[in-house]
């Protein structure tokens, strides 16, 4: 009698811890398609109207959070979005001034400086001045050089050639932008596309990839 008293109690006691178990093993999870809803409805667009999109999980002080991503309207866009209840946690966003940045719209600043030249015309009276007009072409050479001189490719001739690799991307998933490093130019950026996050590095001369990454999210 008092075994089966003993199996009866255990097994109650097992229900209780089995039954509280599966309601807090089973937490409230809003779900990817419910985060990516309340980002965009904040941001006052959809989808469809975005690019760059990117959506992942992570935890943030023990809990779980969705981190959104997407461009809309030449402004990015990045929240944070609890996972339990739908809260946004933060949000921010910065105008996009590095899409398909083009060598070309730097060199702009350097024929501002050759304006300077008109002290050319002071030459008949001010012959030093004349001598200062060299010194402000070397401005313009220096910004032809680090901007585009050596480079064989033009940034859409470069973004071409990533999309190459990116079935389905376009220019709108791009990001690149000429840099100079270890004494060669190089194009630089990352594409966001279906989920995926590519970054690279591209001789700019060459149109030789130095880096391709991958990361799926």
């Not at 981190?67 to 809260?87: H, L, M």
Request: proline share 4%.
């Amino acid at each position: 009698m008092i075994k089966k008293y003993l199996a009866m109690t255990l097994v109650c006691a097992g229900l209780l811890s089995v039954l509280p178990g599966c309601q807090s093993g089973s937490g409230k999870d809003i779900g990817q398609d419910e985060a990516s809803r309340i980002a965009l409805e904040d941001a006052g667009t959809t989808e469809d109207a975005v690019s760059r999109f990117l959506i992942s999980q992570d935890q943030d002080d023990g809990r779980k959070i969705y981190e959104v991503q997407f461009a809309f309207d030449g402004t990015e866009y990045e929240y944070e979005i609890s996972a339990k209840d739908g809260e946004i946690l933060s949000a921010s966003k910065e105008m996009d001034n590095n899409m398909l940045t083009s060598p070309a719209a730097t060199q702009a600043p350097d024929t501002g400086a050759a304006t300077q030249t008109p002290a050319a015309d002071t030459q008949t009276t001010q012959t030093p001045a004349a001598t200062q007009a060299p010194a402000a072409t070397q401005a313009p050479a220096a910004g032809s050089q680090t901007q585009g001189a050596q480079t064989e490719l033009s940034v859409e001739e470069a973004s071409q050639l990533v999309l190459d690799r990116i079935p389905g991307a376009t220019a709108s998933d791009l990001r690149i932008e000429l840099d100079f490093d270890d004494g060669y130019y190089k194009y630089e950026g990352e594409v966001i596309y279906n989920q995926v996050e590519y970054d690279f590095e591209m001789d700019a001369n060459t149109g030789t990839f130095l880096e391709w990454e991958e990361d799926h999210h």
